[in-house]
C-alpha cells in the first residue's frame, strides 16, 4: 500500500504516520507546501529510529504526484466521501490520500476523481479525527482485506 500525504501541516501527525508506514511496508508520498522541515525534529522523535527505514518520496506538487502515478489505483479519505472505506476493495500498491490537517483538500484535487474513490471515516459530534488515527484506521482495514500481506 501506499499513503500520500497532501499539504500535511503537523510534524507528529507525519511522524507517526511514517512509523505507521514502515511497520506495514508502505510507501509514503508527502505531496505539496509541507508546514515543516523533512528535518524536524519533532517529526524526528514521533518517528523514532524507524525514521531511517522508511520509503518516501516527496513531490513539488499534486499534479506532478498524480502524473507520476496514474496508472494505480486512488482513493481519497475525506468527510466529503460518500462512500464509507470498508466499502471500497482494496489492491496491492493502491494508493491512499489524505490532505491536510487545517484545511482537508483543495476542490481542484478532488473535482476530477468519481465519487467511489472519495472515500469517509464515519464519526459523529466533531469536525474531523486526527490525521495519523485516520491513516491507520483505513490502512490497516486495506491490509486485513488483503491478508494482511506486506
Known amino acids: 500500500m501506499e499513503i500520500a500525504l497532501v499539504n500535511p501541516e503537523i510534524p507528529q501527525n507525519s ?3 511514517g512509523r505507521l508506514c514502515v511497520a506495514t511496508n508502505s510507501k509514503l508520498h508527502f505531496v505539496g ?3 515543516f522541515s523533512i528535518s524536524d525534529k519533532h517529526l ?3 518517528g523514532l529510529d524507524y525514521w531511517k527505514s522508511l520509503d518516501y518520496q516527496i513531490w513539488d506538487s499534486f499534479d506532478d ?3 507520476m502515478n496514474q496508472d494505480k489505483n486512488f482513493y481519497f479519505a475525506t468527510s466529503k466521501g460518500e462512500m464509507i472505506y470498508t466499502d471500497v ?8 490520500v489524505f490532505g491536510s490537517e487545517s484545511k482537508g483538500f483543495d476542490d481542484k484535487i478532488l473535482k476530477p476523481f468519481p465519487d467511489n474513490q472519495k472515500i469517509k471515516i464515519p464519526f459523529k459530534n466533531v469536525r474531523c479525527l486526527n490525521l495519523s488515527n485516520s491513516v491507520s484506521i483505513i490502512l490497516y482495514e486495506a491490509l486485513r482485506q488483503l491478508d494482511f500481506e506486506f
Open 65 to 67: 504526484f498524480y502524473t
Open 89 to 96: 476493495s482494496f489492491r496491492f500498491n493502491d494508493i491512499i
Open 44 to 46: 524526528k522523535r514521533a
Open 15 to 17: 511522524g507517526n504516520i
Open 33 to 35: 507546501k509541507l508546514g
